[in-house]
């Protein structure tokens, strides 16, 4: 994509000015989609995204530049734009190129190149048929696919030189329930930093039939109930809570301006001591997994908290800098418009003693949220909010009738502290979320165990 | 490459690789960015891009494909792809180009005096923006966010009907984010933001104190108690929630079935007092348009019309398939996306009656000043939504004590039904990439409010 002179004059140039650091992000990421809705494939689009961003840190600042064009002319162009916003400072120097061969943990079997779009077509009809078979109420299906083949060379004044290349494959599902005026919605997904293989071993039918199973049960459901009560949030998906509640608040962004409940806090109990919290960028094949991060620091298993106690934040390399600490190589960024920061991979909550069932028999009466949909949070006050897509009333220690269209808010702190039961079924999610973030969209995983919330605010209409 | 240039060779190369039709969609974008905290330029942006997406019609079947890389060589990459994806296209409904209108609204939207603005200017106004912030109140902790913006774009769009149409435009804008505490409170956050077309018109001070402002009144909230009560939404939440179901007045939505407004033109779906349009440009308005992203002219029209559903927004497929024309809303997501439905400016339009005389109407509830989580907690196709909020107690048509760590949860097409009066403080929201959405403030009568 670039030659070793030309680095070399760009980012000497793009410290030229009192820089002290300079790093170039070059991508090149291929993409293709398909829709299909009612079983009739719809819409089926390719692009490319290609440019290049340079970074220049001066102080604990950073200048970011980026454009389409990589020539020599174009980087230059961007390393005078990003020198001109820097007015003092020592000029950082730079050391030799010592590239870096990436260990790919990731092995793709069915790159998506060599995918044919009929079989696509196969698989997401699957999922309608499957849906439409299971029940008459079910009125429309909407399934999509996705691949991404991203490309990225990452050089930085220090003499790093590392490509790396990742591939994710999607596919989401979605299920409409009517009745008269009603209408019900089922979702569910499966994604992976993996190709074609990944559905290999998945019946993409049974996705269709689960969804369409929901919503055909929230069709007959009653809405949910407000007020306070205690809540069990399911395995998988039941994550996004501490994606939400915790894992945005940890992000050095937020904590090195002491914008973060959990600012300072390092070594101090902040959760429950049945709570052990990881953010683990190296699972093989999982959605949010990453060889190198976006910075090329190799990801890593970080434990975020351990047995309620608070042991490590999630960091970038210019945060870390502010805090005096090394980058926990979770550094990311959608593309090469974004200036990359920390964000999460794979984050989920440990498994705990309990089983499953001794969880619901333990609640006399409170929200079972089996399906979770989307939050936010705002991660300086920690208030967050979630929807639930699929719930339960708990009565007598059993899983009573569905109630439908319940959220769920709290804060974060909060929460942590009100997790009284963890059982043992910890899985990843797989659904294939996107976080969003400053640095833009990125693949997340999330998982835990079936677990308890003593108390919470469950937002419902009746 | 310039883009005239890689258009000539991009549609001899379609014609003979056998398109029947086909269509270049070309944007580019200056962007430019700053951000300060503690007195220094925390970060500085700066951005050029661009890109072409290429849409033809092969075998009677639209394909689509887009690259960042305006270069001869992507041209072999833009058909087969284009090519590629028509093969597998299974949709009876064609997807027509278009040759045009005879004539296009005047859209003024570019300003060169904002073009020509110097980076430093832009820069003193952002860091005036974080200085009038922490010197408005000892209670504000830190400005978490303190931003200004440029932006500058053209769009060519181009087709092998002599579709032949391009439109400038550019905008600043600016985002203002604080902390705010009292003594061994907990911290609350305030945040306001203000896009314009010039800069004269954007005021540090007013923004900086507005958005702490914001902030200090929600000192001190307590958790709401759970009731079903009179709700009010300000005018900043108002649009959020019309915005979040923008997509249920969509023909394209109606016809597969994801909307319940579905048979429903020309009846009554709700409130007298309620008129929303959907407008392509109006004077002085930024994120006017004179064209969508299928090169239709923009159109201004009622959607709902005291109380009545007068249209759904089309684009040219929705259009042909129920027998109507367009009404200007095609909408392509980013670079890549196909062509699907969007909005213009989409607002409710206001009243005589003033905010104050909404809260006396109101007597005793809830005001909602704040949501959360729009993207989750709205169920576009049922209209059921339960959202994360913040605001204050209303008490004898007066505004009280403020509260969060709420969840106002009901149902759209039941809540355009019963809302009772909409105010006078028409609002439009900064320009999202799928239109600009305002409304003034709405009360919406009852709705169920989850706290404590």
């Known amino acids: ?63 970011y530049a980026y454009g389409n064009d990589v020539t020599e002319k174009g980087l230059m162009k961007l390393a005078q734009a990003a020198a001109g916003a820097i007015a003092a400072g020592e000029s950082g120097s730079l050391r030799p190129f010592a590239p870096v061969a990436v260990a790919n943990n990731h092995k793709i079997l069915k790159l998506p190149s060599d995918v044919s779009k009929t079989d696509v077509a196969l698989l997401l009809r699957q999922a309608h048929d499957a849906a439409t078979a299971y029940d ?30 990742r591939i994710y494959t999607h596919i989401g599902v979605q299920s409409v329930a009517s009745d ?85 806090k390092l070594g101090q109990r902040v959760a429950s001591e049945i709570v052990t919290a990881i953010d683990d960028g190296t699972i093989p094949g999982a959605w949010g997994s990453l060889n190198i991060d976006d910075e090329g620091t190799p990801t890593r298993r970080n434990v975020l908290i351990e047995d309620g106690v608070l ?97 769920l808010i709290g804060k974060g702190h909060e929460v942590l502290m009100d997790i009284d039961m963890v059982a043992d079924n910890l899985t990843l999610s797989r659904a294939g979320g996107m976080c969003g973030s400053l640095s833009g969209s990125v693949p997340t995983d999330l998982g835990q165990p079936r677990l308890r919330v003593s108390k919470m605010t469950v937002g419902g209409r009746k | ?145 303190a931003v200004m913006g440029t932006f500058e774009g053209e769009i060519v769009i181009a087709n092998s009907l002599g579709l032949d149409v391009s439109h400038r435009s550019n905008g600043a804008f600016a985002v203002a984010m604080v902390r705010v505490q009292s003594e061994g409170g907990e911290p609350k956050v305030g945040f306001e933001s203000w896009a314009g077309s010039d800069l004269e018109s954007f005021s540090p001070d007013n923004v900086a104190r507005t958005a702490v402002e914001k902030g200090l009144a929600q000192l001190g909230a307590s958790k709401a108690a759970t009731a079903n009560t009179e709700v009010v939404f300000n005018n900043e939440t108002a649009a959020d929630i019309f915005a979040s179901f923008a997509s249920n007045f969509f023909a394209e939505d109606v016809q597969k079935g994801f909307s319940l407004l579905g048979g429903k033109l020309g009846q009554k779906i709700a409130s007298d007092v309620l008129t929303l349009r959907d407008d392509g440009y109006i004077d002085g308005c930024v994120g006017s348009k004179p064209f969508d992203s299928e090169g239709v002219a923009a159109k201004n029209k009622a959607v709902i019309e005291n109380g009545v559903l007068k249209t759904f927004l089309y684009n040219l497929k929705s259009a042909e398939k129920d027998g109507v024309d367009s009404t200007g809303n095609g909408f392509k997501r980013g670079l890549t996306g196909p062509i699907t439905t969007g909005c213009g400016l989409f607002a409710v339009q206001p009243s005589r009656v003033s905010f104050d005389q909404i809260l006396d109407m109101a007597g005793d509830g809830i005001l909602i000043t704040k949501l959360e989580g729009l993207h989750a907690g709205v169920n576009a196709v049922t209209g059921d939504f339960s959202l994360s909020a913040g605001g204050f107690e209303i008490i004898g048509g007066k505004i009280g004590s403020p509260v969060d760590q709420m969840v106002v949860s009901g149902n759209f097409y039941e809540m355009i039904r019963d809302i009772v009066q909409v105010g006078s403080d028409l609002r439009f929201d900064t320009p999202s990439g799928d239109g600009t959405f305002g409304s003034p403030s709405v009360y919406a009568g009852k709705l169920n409010i989850s706290g404590v």
Not at chain 2, 71 to 98: G, M
Request: hydrophobic letters at 40%; charged letters at 25%.
């Open chain 1, 1 to 63: 994509m670039i030659n070793k002179d030309t680095a070399e004059r760009v980012l000497v140039k793009a410290m030229s000015t009192g820089g002290s650091f300079a790093e170039l992000f070059i991508e090149n990421t291929l993409g293709n989609s398909l829709v299909m809705v009612n079983g009739v494939l719809e819409k089926s689009v390719s692009g490319t995204i290609f440019g290049c961003g340079l970074r220049v840190f001066h102080g604990y600042n950073a200048v």
């Open chain 1, 136 to 165: 008459k109420l079910v009125t429309q299906t909407s399934n999509s696919y996705r691949d991404v083949t991203q490309d990225v060379l990452i050089i930085n004044s220090d003499g790093l030189w590392v490509e790396d290349q």
């Open chain 1, 180 to 264: 008269g005026g009603e209408k019900q919605t089922g979702r569910d997904g499966l994604s992976a930093m993996k190709g074609f293989e990944l559905f290999d071993d998945r019946d993409i039918a049974e996705f269709g039939r689960k969804t369409a199973e929901s919503a055909v049960t929230m069709l007959r459901a009653d809405f949910a109930p407000g007020g306070e009560m205690p809540v069990v949030l399911e395995n998988a998906f039941g994550g996004v809570i501490f994606h939400e509640a915790c894992g945005h608040s940890l992000e050095g962004t937020f904590v090195s301006k002491g914008a973060s409940n959990f600012a300072g």
């Open chain 1, 311 to 407: 042991k490590s934040y999630l960091l970038d390399r210019l945060a870390g800098l502010k805090m005096g600490l090394p980058s926990t190589g979770s550094c990311r960024r959608e593309s090469y418009k974004f200036a990359p920061t920390s964000r999460m991979n794979n984050t989920y909550i440990a498994a705990g003693k309990h089983t499953p069932e001794q969880v619901i028999a333990a609640t006399e009466y409170g929200f079972y949220a089996k399906k979770m949909g989307g939050g936010s949070v705002m991660p300086t006050t920690g208030e967050f909010n979630f929807a639930v897509q699929e719930g339960y009333m708990i009565r007598n220690g059993k899983i009573a009738e569905p109630a439908r269209g319940a959220t």
């Open chain 2, 1 to 145: 490459m310039n883009i005239q240039d890689f258009k000539s060779l991009l549609f001899e190369k379609a014609r003979g690789a056998g398109f029947d039709s086909f269509e270049m969609y070309a944007p580019s974008t200056d962007s430019f960015q700053v951000k300060v905290f503690g007195g220094e330029i925390e970060e500085f942006k700066s951005a050029h891009s661009s890109g072409v997406s290429f849409r033809g019609t092969y075998g009677g079947k639209m394909g689509y494909a887009s690259t960042e890389k305006v270069a001869e060589d992507s041209i072999e990459y833009l058909l087969d792809a284009a090519r590629a994806n028509a093969a597998v296209i299974e949709d009876k409904d064609t997807e027509p180009l278009y040759a045009g209108d005879a004539e296009y609204p005047v859209v003024n939207s570019f300003n060169e005096k904002l073009s020509a603005a110097e980076t430093s200017e832009k820069c003193a106004l952002a860091k005036h923006l974080e200085t009038a912030a922490l010197e408005y109140d000892k209670r504000v902790v830190s400005v978490d966010l």
